[in-house]
């Protein structure tokens, strides 16, 4: 049974940061690509930031220089390291293994003051 559990969501002001995780098991982690998304209400959900199986990254335009997705192979977890948040960072943050049906339920990052 495939699990993806997000972790590390929560409530931070402008400007501040925050670590999420993504805790895999039931597949074999090291040979997929892992990717974030995420959904604003009554938005589509978008992708973050991508890492290939070894270790290749991608990030939207929007996160480029803010944002920093690493993976641990032999933790089987992929991280998201956010700083300079933005209030339109705020979203539901999901894990994903790209091209698999596989999804975490999802944390929600909200910045505010």
């Known amino acids: 049974q495939v699990q993806l559990v997000e972790s590390g969501g929560g409530l931070v002001q402008p400007g501040g940061s925050l670590r999420l995780s993504c805790a895999a098991s039931?597949?074999?982690?090291?040979?997929?690509?892992m990717a974030w998304y995420r959904q604003a209400p009554g938005k589509q959900r978008e992708l973050v930031a991508s890492i290939s199986s070894g270790g290749r990254t991608n990030y939207a335009d929007s996160v480029k220089g803010r944002f920093t997705i690493s993976r641990d192979n032999a933790k089987n977890t992929v991280s998201l390291q956010m700083n300079s948040l933005k209030p339109e960072d705020t979203a539901v943050y999901y894990c994903t293994a790209p091209g698999t049906a596989y999804w975490g339920q999802g944390t929600q990052v909200t910045v505010s003051s």
């Open positions: 039931g597949i074999f982690f090291s040979g997929y690509a």
